[in-house]
């Protein structure tokens, strides 16, 4: 009994501030100060085992939506049994988050939640993030798409520095700006139990690049980062970059479509020469030019533990290009399994260079843009060919 009274008085604490809070102590009997009142918290955690019956945990959300004054989401009123919470594009707002976050606090069957583009704003994200630091169930939460802004970073920061449950967490296309990264830096310091973060299509730019790069250099959880869809330009990468390279736990590093530019792809090139540890690396569409793709060259030649490397839409043209298999010629240790090129026409070197690669490295999937012009016409050549054969055919027939 005591341990769902607590969980309901922290749930309470996540929408006390709010208007529906204040509405609802002032329509208590009188000799209560406090809101809500213990008939309203026992509603929302019903008495009994820690895995309540569904019949309960179904009557916690219609509480918890009368207490915010919402209209509770049909789809979680027919839910079947499980361990997911999907909710993507339901329109909840922030009251809505509200009223779900009062109703989870002392669920332990829910492992995932997904609220993807719901509108919560970083009120919302309060919520959520308030109940997340009492619930210790949940694992895996989707939070894209909610304009969360600075509010909604500094509030999941702050949760992050207390849960230890965690291990996926996707808070892409929220708004974030150089301010909320500080926030978010703080947290992905001191969090080592995230594996999986996704950032990316938000407003980070360089300084943003400075904290963060900072951040990851001291993580010692993180397995998989996507920042990719952000402002990083030369100084911001460089310093990401140096972050990777002193990172020992990274295996897959997703930023593609930002503006690294030569700086930055020399600076990753500096990061694969220590780095150890990563597997998959994507820098795909960032300006880097044939004098970024050499400097980048130089790292590729020394690593050994980079299996797959995106380097498709940038300006690197047919010497980029050949520098970087030149650099894997010259690296009989390299992991590299997956290269992904960028569509230039296909020269006499680049042709002798790629067979040459391919007898030293016979298991290596090499694809560039020459590969899948050559397939297409090949494959147009084919299917001329069989319209000649079943027209020459009917003509046969008909004679």
Known sequence: MAAPAAAAAAAAAAVRGSP????????????TSEAP??????????????????????????????????????????????TAIPLRHRGLGPRGAKALALSLVADTSIIKLDLGDNW?????????????????????????????????????????????????????????????????????????????LDLSYNRFGDKAGEVLGMAIAENIGLKELK???NHFHSEGAAALARGLGANIFLKVLDVSYNGFDNSGAAALGEAL??????????????????EGALRFAVGLKENKTLKALNMIRNPMQNEGCCGVLKALQANPGTGVEILDLPDIPVS??????????????????????????????????????????VVGNSQNTVA
């Open 20 to 31: 529906v809070a204040h509405e609802m102590a002032a329509e208590e009997p009188s000799g």
């Open 227 to 229: 920042i990719s869809w």
């Open 273 to 290: 020469k220590t780095n150890n540890v990563l597997e998959e690396l994507n820098i795909s569409n960032n300006r880097i030019s044939v």
């Open 120 to 196: 919560l704003l970083g009120e919302g994200a309060a919520a959520i993030a308030e109940m997340l630091k009492e619930n210790c169930y949940i694992s895996d939460i989707n939070l894209s798409d909610n304009k969360l802004g600075t509010e909604g970073a500094k509030a999941l920061s702050a949760m992050l520095l207390e849960n230890n449950t965690i291990v996926s967490l996707q808070l892409s296309g929220n708004e974030f700006d150089d301010h909320a990264a500080k926030y978010l830096a703080d947290a992905i310091t001191a969090n080592s139990k995230v594996e999986i």
């Open 348 to 389: 006499k070197e680049f042709a002798e260079l790629c067979d040459a690669v391919k007898i030293l490295f016979p298991n290596l999937l090499l694809r560039h843009g020459g590969n899948a012009k050559l397939q297409r016409k090949n494959q147009l050549k084919v299917e001329l060919q069989t319209q000649m054969k």
């Open 37 to 82: 009142s213990e008939a309203l918290r026992a509603s929302l955690c019903p008495p009994g085992p820690l895995a309540a019956p569904r019949a309960a945990a179904g009557s916690s959300y219609l509480a918890a939506c009368r207490a915010c004054g919402v209209s509770p989401a049909s789809c979680l009123l027919r839910r079947p049994p499980g």
